[in-house]
């Protein structure tokens, strides 16, 4: 008899709570990932980490957030067009009355959407530190037939707009992949840039480096 009433109350509580992997908890913090369009410049990119500052100043149980410009927490890469910030919440006895953090993400999610000027993803940080950036899951999609870059992105963004019109499957999709981003080719002469860099020193290495990062707290 023990163990069927073990047993039923295991069942009853698959029933009731959530049959994922891993529960999503509260580790007091969220990612914020920001994408523009491609080739955009970068005063429009601080513009964007601008509008955020502004957003997370007004939400009650934020300390503070840090700002990576041109990163993708989501890929861990470099990328001219899109800017990933941290958000730190309030210790737990700092946080106001009735803040969670389920509430706190669809509140920016809600927030972000408003602004045009760029595609954004709030999403909690993995469950397991160091296996993946953010909760949910990843897919790579494959282009064996060689189609091209070009069909490829069709395929993605078709993939991701079933994905989100599925009722209850999808919160957010996101990806980084742009088959259109514009490219530049550069001859640099090294020998001169070497002896320019004796006047200019650091100009080169800035030319090839546009990351910066901010550190922000609500006044």
Same mark, same amino acid.
């Given at each position: 008899?023990?163990? +069927?009433?073990?047993?039923?109350? *295991?069942? $009853? *509580? ?8 891993? /529960?999503?908890?509260d580790q007091g913090f ?10 955009? !410049? ?24 840090? $700002?990576?410009? =041109?990163? =993708?927490?989501?890929? !861990? ?6 800017? $990933? %910030?941290?958000?730190?919440? #309030?210790?737990?006895e700092h946080r106001p009355? &009735?803040? !969670? #953090? %389920? ?5 920016? #999610? ?5 602004l045009p000027s760029a595609? +954004?993803?709030?999403?909690?940080? !993995? /469950?397991? /530190? &160091?296996?993946?950036? %953010?909760?949910?899951? #990843? ?6 037939? &060689? ?7 069709? $395929? ?22 742009? *088959?259109? =981003? ?10 001169? *840039? ?16 546009? =990351? ?5 707290? /609500?006044?």
């Open positions: 008899m023990r163990v +069927f009433v073990c047993v039923g109350l *295991a069942a $009853t *509580a698959f029933a009731i709570y959530p049959t994922t992997l891993l /529960p999503l908890e969220c990612i914020l990932v920001a994408r523009l369009p491609a080739g955009v !410049s970068q005063p429009r990119l601080r513009q964007v980490s601008a509008d955020v500052d502004a957003v997370l100043r007004d939400i009650p149980g934020i300390k503070g957030w840090v $700002t990576i410009g =041109s990163y =993708s927490a989501l890929d !861990s890469a470099k990328l001219a067009n899109v800017l $990933t %910030a941290f958000v730190m919440y #309030q210790d737990w009355p &009735g803040f !969670s #953090q %389920a509430n706190l993400l669809a509140d920016l #999610q809600k927030r972000f959407l408003a595609q +954004f993803a709030v999403l909690p940080p !993995s /469950p397991i /530190p &160091g296996l993946g950036n %953010a909760f949910g899951f #990843q897919m790579v999609i494959e282009d064996r037939g &060689g189609a091209g870059i070009n069909e490829l992105q069709k $395929t993605v963004q078709e993939m991701l707009t079933k994905a989100q019109n599925r009722p209850g499957f999808l919160r957010i999709g996101f990806t980084t992949f742009n *088959a259109n =981003s514009p490219q530049l080719h550069l001859d640099i002469d090294r020998t001169m *840039a070497k002896l320019a860099r004796r006047h200019h020193e650091g100009h080169f290495a800035d030319a090839t480096d546009l =990351s910066w990062i901010e550190l922000c707290q /609500p006044v």
